[in-house]
């Protein structure tokens, strides 16, 4: 029929750009990894070093902290979006007058720039401007500076985070619902099953693939998070918001250190699938082991 | 089932729609006043727009510069994107090439991996490698284009997949069957009945792109500047000019604001990532 060569000639650009730019890159970054590179050390050569970065990798309290805060930042930024979201989602699958405004009302922060997003919460939160730190005193007496709190600053940057990225999770969400088929609710609901149940026994597990793919966009997002961060704090107080894509970015950037960065950014990348994984095996296998005839 | 109660459910919305809004309402009062007013307790009621913080931003020839790059690089990736996944879209879903789902599979995975990771090879690839006599790829807009296609192209494919799906290939095989060249088959039959989801997938994709800031930010240095760098030098650089940041600020979420209020009907379907099968 249809000649495949003529479809490999379409595939052809798209392949060649993401090898040139992706594959390509993925694969330097794995033989960094393995040589001592610093160029401006005394020695700017490339020494091969075994993994002597990856051993190296395990001592450093810096980049051990850094990747605890970012799996804090990640774990309370991505349960609270899920649980917010699929609220907003539930709530827009009724019938509401004005539904279409405050759908895209809801959708706006989503379209923002990263960079952006972080100005607008600088803009927020700076004290003697931000409408934030002013009210907490005025109404509280409370003392709310960013930029000496450590759980002040972990906090803000978990709200900015929720504030930008559950729109993401409840379009997610709502598109699943929509496509839901009505019959297992009107089952549930000739079986007498109460609300709670309903939620847990059908609403749930026909919900889960939504709920599991939104929380590894989500989770993956939040490993790599630095934009935001970076304009809100710029890392600080100290080093408390300095997550893993931050420091990396310190490491490879203003210290040269490209054999240790590559080698930190392949463990990064490689916890972050492991990650995944782990939710994946522990969320969907255990359940469906328990799934009754 | 409870009974529907419209005025609370405004309530609830319009609330909810006043704490999504606020933080961009809030930069919009600061881009609207000036350095004094500024000072003391918060107002949040704009009197006079100071409209200082605007005109300084957009008569300033460094903004200029990099508001016309952001323009140039967003417009031609979006259409670079758009057009290569259509072309790779058709091959992947019309013809029964061996290991597509494969193929497919690794184009999404071009998007999983952390910037981070891949800044460091890239600014080497830029400075070192793709040179040619005195030219680099880096500080380039065709270097940020062609990078942007690594997560663009990704996310436009798997939105377009479901679009050509919806398409039936009986239209097609009719249409071969007069005697269309593969050509006139994607621009007579696939293109108009795919251009709402070429539509989304340009604007969303034009988005991501005037949105992006590390690789911009590492990959040039003066000539290719993108406005999001821009608005990150005003932190390093002006820390205190809160007016024109703010104003700044606004100027890059416009588009982003103009592109939503287009597409919103279609958008829940865009961004989901195909999770409506699931």
Known sequence: MRSQSVGWLFLAPTILILFVFGVWPFIYVMVISFFDWNS????????FSGVQNYRALVFDKGFLMALWNTLKFGVFAVTSQVI???LLAQLFMKNFPLKGLFRTVHTLPLMIAPVAVGATWRLMTVPGLGPIPYYLDKWFGYEFLISRYVGQAFMTTVVMDIWHWTPLVTLTLLAALSSMPKE?????QIDGANRVQTFWYVTLPMLKPAILSAVFIRLMDAMRTVDEVWMLTGGGPGSATRYIGLYIWRVVFPKTDYGYGSAMSLITLYLTIVMCWLLYAGLVARRDLKRPE | MTRPRPLLSILFWTVSSLVTLFPIYWMFVVSAKSRVELFGKPNF???TFFSENYIKTLTDPTFQKYMFNSIVVATTNAALVTTLALFATYALTRYKLTGKENIFFWTITNRMAPPAAFLLPLFLLYTQVFVVGDWKLFDTRTGLILLYCVFNLPFAIWTLRGVIDSIPSEL???AFVDGAKTWQVIWYVILPLAKPGLAVTGILTWVFAWNEYLFAATLTSVHARTITTGLAEFVT?????????AATAMLTLIPAIAFLALVQKHIVAGLTFGAVKG
């Open chain 2, 172 to 174: 097609d095989e009719a």
């Open chain 2, 45 to 47: 009621i704009i009197t």
């Open chain 1, 40 to 47: 401006f050390a005394a020695d700017p050569t490339m020494r």
């Open chain 1, 84 to 86: 917010l979201g699929y």
């Open chain 1, 184 to 188: 297992p609710f009107e089952q549930a």
């Open chain 2, 237 to 245: 650089v002006t820390g205190t000019n809160w007016g024109q940041m």
